[in-house]
T-cell receptor
Framework: SQQGEEDPQALSIQEGENATMNCSYK?????LQWYRQNSGRGLVHLIL?????REKHSGRLRVTLDTSKKSSSLLITASRAADTASYFC??????????????FGKGTKLSVKP | EAQVTQNPRYLITVTGKKLTVTCSQN?????MSWYRQDPGLGLRQIYY???????DKGDVPEGYKVSRKEKRNFPLILESPSPNQTSLYFC??????????????FGQGTRLTVV
C-alpha cells in the first residue's frame, strides 16, 4: 500500500539553486522521514520529523510538515552536484498492526548540473 | 563500523532454483525488514521482523520466506524464484519499530535477475 507520493517525479536544477520536493500522504502518521538514494545504492536517512513538529533543519536541509494537509516538503539549499540522487519520503503510521513499518513513496529524482 | 551487510550484491539465477539472500547487522537492532525496489513502484516491504523468532508479512510477501533465528541475521529465501521476482532488494534494520521515531539503516542492495 503506497502512502506517500512525492512531487515532482524529477527535478533538474543548476548548482547553487535551491531544490524543493514535496510529499503527500493519506493517513494519520506518527512521523515522516526523508531518505536519499544514490543510483542503485542503499538508502541513507536524512531527517525525521515527528507529527507534532512543523519544521526541522539539518545543515542545508529544511523539512516542513503540515498534518492538516497531510503533506511535507524537503528543501535543499545551495545545491551541489553531489546532491544528485533520488529522494524518498517515508511515513510511519500511528495506528493499525503495522505501526512499526515505514511506507515509502516513489521518490523524486534530483539532478544538479554543475 | 555500524552497517547492514547483504550478500550477494548481484545474482543471476534460473527459474525455480532456490536461493537465499543474507542480511546481517552489527548494531544490535531488534527490527529488520526486507524491501524490493522496482521502477515506478518505489520500495515495497516484503517481510519484517520485530525480534528473534517474530516475523510478519509486509505488502508483497508472496513467493518469499524469511527467518530470524538470531538477532543479527535476517535471510530472505526464494524457494522457487520466478522472473517477476527480478528486482533490487534491500535489507534494513532499526533499533525498534518506526512509530517509536527510529530511522532505518539500509544495506547496499542485492540486484537479482531471474531468467
Amino acid at each position: 500500500s503506497q502512502q506517500g507520493e512525492e512531487d515532482p517525479q524529477a527535478l533538474s536544477i543548476q548548482e547553487g539553486e535551491n531544490a524543493t520536493m514535496n510529499c503527500s500522504y493519506k493517513t494519520s502518521i506518527n512521523n515522516l522521514q526523508w531518505y536519499r538514494q544514490n543510483s542503485g545504492r542503499g538508502l541513507v536517512h536524512l531527517i525525521l520529523i515527528r507529527s507534532n513538529e512543523r519544521e526541522k533543519h539539518s545543515g542545508r536541509l529544511r523539512v516542513t510538515l503540515d498534518t492538516s494537509k497531510k503533506s511535507s516538503s524537503l528543501l535543499i539549499t545551495a545545491s551541489r552536484a553531489a546532491d544528485t540522487a533520488s529522494y524518498f519520503c517515508a511515513t510511519a503510521m500511528n495506528y493499525g498492526g503495522s505501526q512499526g513499518n515505514l511506507i515509502f513513496g516513489k521518490g523524486t529524482k534530483l539532478s544538479v548540473k554543475p | 563500523e555500524a552497517q547492514v551487510t547483504q550478500n550477494p550484491r548481484y545474482l543471476i539465477t534460473v527459474t525455480g532454483k532456490k536461493l537465499t539472500v543474507t542480511c546481517s547487522q552489527n548494531m544490535n537492532h531488534e527490527y529488520m525488514s526486507w524491501y524490493r525496489q522496482d521502477p515506478g513502484l518505489g520500495l515495497r516491504q516484503i517481510y519484517y521482523s520485530m525480534n528473534v523468532e517474530v516475523t510478519d508479512k509486509g505488502d508483497v510477501p508472496e513467493g518469499y520466506k524469511v527467518s530470524r533465528k538470531e538477532k543479527r541475521n535476517f535471510p530472505l529465501i526464494l524457494e522457487s524464484p520466478s522472473p517477476n521476482q527480478t528486482s533490487l532488494y534491500f535489507c534494513a534494520s532499526s533499533p525498534g519499530p518506526h512509530r517509536a521515531n527510529t530511522e532505518a539503516f539500509f544495506g547496499q542492495g542485492t540486484r537479482l535477475t531471474v531468467v
